[in-house]
């Protein structure tokens, strides 16, 4: 714990350096990448989310970020996490991001210290790369890219990979075991990209001796779903 946190308090010192002062207008606003029905075979269906909502200027923002997915059958999250983040810019098109993350796996609650980058990469693709350092670290990185069929018909593929450092039974994952999420969503703007209903199909895999957890539980370790939702930005 206290060599996380030392980890944790180092980065947040290097990220101010030289960080101006609020000084400019602050804004603010709320971003909903996925709010979703996912539709598996059986009883696996799940409601799942995804969303940021941010404050701050151009030099520095306070980020609050969530993920769920809700296995409606079982009544249960089988994921469910916060972020607190903070940014600030590195390059005119990335931000340097330190923070915590709140995680409830199985088990008891989690604490995790974040390090990572986000940004757009060349040719405008979205990109997301954290390193969760704590007793059982972790890395996670995303690639989402938004595609112009028409001004309003946006096709969005998407691409993230869990990977855990270590064997850790509370989360179900074994040490180098990779959990990967592919995505293809088909959106239509209703309101310039304040509202965009979306339909698509999202699958999901596991890897080495994650995915030997999963078989040992009784469980597959892939899973494809149809997915209806929604866009939201205001």
């Not at 969760?132 to 989402?144: D, G, H, M, Q, T």
Request: net charge negative.
């Amino acid at each position: 714990m206290r060599k996380y946190l030392a980890t944790l308090g180092l980065g947040i010192s290097l990220l101010f350096q030289g960080t101006p002062a609020f000084g400019e207008q602050v804004f603010w606003g709320v971003q909903v990448e996925q709010f979703e029905y996912r539709l598996g075979e059986g009883s696996g269906n799940a409601l799942a989310w995804d969303f940021d909502a941010l404050v701050g200027n151009d030099d520095l923002k306070f980020v609050w970020r969530s993920e769920a997915e809700y296995a409606t059958h079982e009544e249960v999250f089988e994921a469910l996490e916060n972020q607190a983040r903070l940014q600030v810019p590195i390059s005119t098109f990335f931000d340097a991001v330190v923070g915590v993350r709140v995680e409830t796996p199985r088990g008891q609650d989690r604490l995790d210290g974040v390090v990572g980058v986000h940004g757009l990469a060349e040719q405008w693709f979205e990109v997301d790369a954290d390193l969760f350092v704590s007793e059982n670290p972790s890395a996670r990185f995303e690639v989402e890219y938004e595609g112009l069929i028409t001004n309003y018909l946006i096709l969005t593929p998407s691409i993230e990979m869990n990977l855990p450092f270590n064997d850790d039974p509370d989360r179900e994952v074994g040490a180098f075991g990779p959990q990967l999420e592919l995505g293809l969503r088909l959106s239509y703007d209703i309101a310039d990209r304040l509202l965009s209903p979306y339909v698509g199909v999202h699958y999901e895999r596991l890897f080495g001796d994650t995915a030997d957890i999963a078989k040992a539980d009784g469980k597959d370790d892939d899973a494809v779903f149809g997915v209806v939702g929604l866009k939201m930005m205001f």
